[in-house]
């Protein structure tokens, strides 16, 4: 969609003396001749300050980032979120028209509009309070349908209580952001809930909200002195990053030796209802590789691993497989492979059958 600066500009266009010192601020937060970076920030606190995007506030940023006109203008025309013509001077209304909201009757929200704001959107009511658009997907789907009017999101609402904030901020008051029907956020509307503790003051556990009631920042435009300047980005020349001189290794928690398995605990002790609870053993010393193997009654002596057991006189004269140590087999014992061939006849003392040739 080609989007283009509205015929009708201003003459000109300056930033608020508060408004001056914060975009400075955030100017500062980019590395030099990396200012250009700040270009939406600032944009977007013009926006804030006049309610649209004119021609001499591009103009403004582009001077202060030392960015070509055509560059800024570029970003202002590409995003939505830009206004390019004036708004109504109360607030701007942006309804949301995507699958979630129209199917819970964002349609219905804009007849609203129509009837209270203008005909068409974009264009500003008769006492030039008000406007209104639709656009696409907020990402409030859970709470449809809704609308977004300045900063603030009005969900789950219905025809009636959409003229009834319009009325509201005519008459100058700021009604409450988010959820239009009961809930605190977008938890279901009945039944069971985990977050049934905070319908009681609920406005108090919601900041977001809080503060644009206490701002009043969504029917009038920001001028820059609505919350004080800070900027933790930028350092004292004569600051120093603290740290220890002398880093130590990890070690183990506090009175947590090694346990039984010999596996240092580096975690606190917990207690757990699931399990019980098993004392604390000292690591052991480890046992003697040739304890344990002694020969079990009228048996072989158990050869430790990695060895080959020690054959007797009889096996030794009986027995064809010769078992020599591999330590790489299982077991450590390689069965050296039979000379013999099953079914041999000279080896398994038969007479040898004369062949055609004998």
């Not at 970076?37 to 004119?54: D, F, K, N, T």
Request: overall charge negative; hydrophobic content about 35%.
């Amino acid at each position: 969609m080609l989007r283009r600066l509205h015929p009708e500009q201003p003459e000109s266009f300056a930033f608020t003396p508060a408004n001056q010192a914060w975009a400075e601020a955030q100017i500062t937060k980019y590395p030099e001749g990396r200012q250009a970076s700040a270009v939406i920030p600032l944009l977007w606190r013009a926006q804030e300050q006049e309610g649209w995007l004119s021609r001499p506030a591009i103009e403004e940023v582009a001077r202060m980032l030392d960015m070509a006109y055509i560059r800024v203008l570029e970003v202002a025309t590409f995003y939505f979120m830009f206004q390019l013509q004036p708004v109504g001077s109360v607030a701007h209304i942006q309804v949301c028209g995507t699958l979630s909201c129209m199917l819970c009757g964002s349609e219905d929200l804009m007849k609203v509009c129509q009837e209270k704001i203008a005909k068409k959107p974009h264009e500003i009511s008769a006492d030039g309070k008000f406007s209104w658009e639709e656009v696409e997907c907020l990402g409030a789907c859970a709470n449809a349908p809704m609308a977004q009017i300045g900063k603030d999101y009005y969900e789950d609402l219905t025809t009636e209580r959409l003229a009834e904030i319009i009325d509201e901020m005519a008459a100058g008051r700021v009604p409450t952001p988010g959820p239009q029907n009961g809930r605190y956020a977008a938890e279901p509307i009945d039944n069971l809930t985990s977050l049934a503790e905070g319908a009681e003051n609920r406005d108090e556990h919601n900041a977001a909200v809080a503060l644009a009631v206490k701002l009043g920042d969504t029917i009038k435009r920001i001028d820059g002195t609505e919350v004080p300047l800070t900027t933790p980005w930028q350092r004292q020349d004569d600051h120093e990053a603290e740290g220890y001189e002398d880093p130590q290794e990890p070690m183990p928690a506090h009175d947590r030796p090694a346990d039984a398995s010999g596996v240092t605990e580096q975690e606190a002790p917990a207690s757990s209802a699931a399990k019980p609870v098993s004392a604390d053993f000292p690591a052991e010393e480890p046992q003697d590789a040739t304890a344990g193997n002694e020969a079990p009654e009228g048996g072989k002596p158990i050869a430790p691993s990695g060895e080959a057991a020690p054959a007797t006189d009889a096996e030794d004269a009986t027995d064809d497989k010769t078992g020599t140590a591999d330590p790489a087999a299982p077991g450590g014992v390689y069965n050296a492979p039979r000379t013999q061939k099953p079914g041999d006849p000279a080896k398994d003392g038969q007479p040898k059958k004369p062949s055609k040739d004998e």
